[in-house]
């Protein structure tokens, strides 16, 4: 009986990684997804060792059980390893001797990154929401408190005025006192439209027009600081979002962007819209200093470098990007700080 | 209670009422021109309280204080105001709605 050829033209187009190895782990077939992952071409990847190539040596023994176990049958796995490139892969290995008797064990993988960096942003959202409805109770308990101790003040204040008229230093502690709490009570508004979310309500709605909506709503804030918001010409595009979230998460977006374009002469934030694939992603720019740090945790509720901000704009644009299976990113390109804030086209909502 | 005496500082009369029983009777009682009711009353939330009392005719005007930024207002003639509330503003829709006399509740 003679050996069947390997049909490459048929592995080759699949968007899995195969390997087929002989009994040591010597790779004799190598894919060509195999070729763009590892950057190697499949001429010098024969003959070379699967585990070199693919497991970190600490974890050979690991792979040698799975080998041993795999039957004709049953394949065993999987074996998960992060590669080189920072890709994430699932093995599993099988035997199927009969067509190709020097190959002993076929590895087959695929690339589990997209399906693992989605996992982790439900996770992440799910933790969310567990967080916020224990902070939504603390909120809420936190008022009781807070409006008795406003009352006391209150309270104090007139006695004081009546017994010693004028603007007495007892006085202007229990002024002070005042304003802290009505500071401690705005902070928990904020809070609470984002820790309450209300559900998710996608709309086939021009980005475009959402975007003008959250302009206009900056658009004090951009002239109180002397700042031109710039939106660049372009065509309307339709997509399914949620339109009250999408604005607020620009408006967000546009907040920032105002309050560090406001700190140098170059007074301009600009706003402009990308279709990229199946997403539009909506970009905002300033040319103000920009982030502390590239690693600085800007997306960390309370986290803010501004006087008086309430860190947590950041956190309602991520969070908006995540309700719509899409991403916030940002870089600093030419002297310039660039948000991006990525929508599916055709409804992504993960709730 | 604070809030007592900052009314009757405003010139109020104030009548007291603490839970739910005496917070009915009184309301019923009184005939008082407004009340002010907490909306986490010791044995009874504040929204079932004010439905409770419409059952008796209707209720003055009411103020609910909650601690929920939007709390739906639960009958007409209930307004909402969250805590801390803001004290000028109580001030402003007591003077638009009330006589002198305000049950506390």
């Not at chain 1, 064990?105 to 933790?127: H, K, M, N, P, Y």
């Not at chain 2, 007291?16 to 044995?43: F, Q, Y």
Request: proline share 6%; charged share 25%.
């Amino acid at each position: 009986m003679t050996t069947p050829p390997i049909p490459h033209e048929l592995i080759d187009g699949l968007e899995v990684f195969i390997c087929g190895l002989d009994e040591r782990g010597t790779i004799l077939v190598f894919n060509r997804p195999c070729e763009h992952l590892t950057g190697l071409a499949r001429d010098h990847a024969v003959g070379k060792s699967w585990l070199e190539l693919f497991a970190i040596h600490e974890r050979h023994d690991h792979v040698h059980e799975l080998w041993s176990r795999a039957t004709a049958g049953r394949p065993a796995g999987p074996y998960e390893a992060l590669c080189r490139n920072g890709r994430s892969l699932r093995w599993q290995f099988s035997r199927w001797e009969q067509r190709h008797p020097s190959i002993a064990l076929w590895a087959v993988g695929f690339d589990i990154t997209d399906e693992r960096e989605a996992l982790a942003r439900s996770r992440e959202l799910e933790r969310m929401v567990t967080l916020g409805n224990l902070v939504a109770g603390l909120t809420h308990e936190l008022r009781n408190p807070l409006n008795g101790a406003l009352l006391q003040l209150a309270l104090a204040e007139r006695h004081e005025v009546r017994k010693q008229g004028g603007l007495t230093p007892t006085l202007e502690a229990i002024v002070q006192a005042t304003g802290e709490i009505r500071r401690i009570s705005m902070l928990l508004d904020d809070f609470l439209v984002f820790v309450r979310p209300l559900p998710i309500n996608l709309e086939r709605v021009g980005v475009r027009r959402i975007v003008e909506r959250a302009i206009a709503r900056g658009g004090a804030k951009a002239q109180a600081a002397a700042v031109t918001i710039v939106l660049e010409p372009g065509d309307e595009v339709a997509a399914e979002v949620d339109p009250v979230r999408v604005e607020t998460a620009v408006y967000h977006l546009l907040a920032n962007a105002i309050d560090a374009a406001s700190e140098l002469d170059a007074r301009e934030v600009r706003i402009r819209l990308v279709v990229r694939g199946n997403a539009i992603v909506i970009e905002v720019e300033d040319r103000g200093p920009g982030l502390p740090s590239s690693d600085a945790p800007i997306f960390e509720p309370f986290f803010t470098t501004k006087q008086g901000g309430t860190g947590l704009g950041l956190t309602i644009v991520e969070r908006v990007a995540a309700e719509h299976d899409g991403r916030i990113s940002h870089e600093r390109r030419d002297g310039a700080t660039v948000f991006r804030l990525e929508l599916q086209i055709v409804g992504g909502a993960s709730n | 209670m604070a809030l007592q005496e900052l009314l009757r500082d405003e010139g109020y009369e104030v009548i007291s009422a603490t839970g739910r029983e005496e917070g009915v009777t009184l309301a019923t009682m009184s005939h008082a021109d407004v009340i002010i009711a907490d909306a986490r009353l010791p044995g009874l939330d504040g929204v079932a309280w004010v439905r409770e009392l419409s059952r008796y005719g209707p209720p003055p005007p009411t103020i609910l204080l909650c601690t929920r930024a939007s709390c739906p207002p639960p009958e007409s003639g209930v307004v909402c105001m969250t805590k801390p509330i803001d004290l000028a503003r109580l001030f402003r829709v007591l003077e638009r709605a009330a006589g002198p006399q305000i049950l506390v509740a």
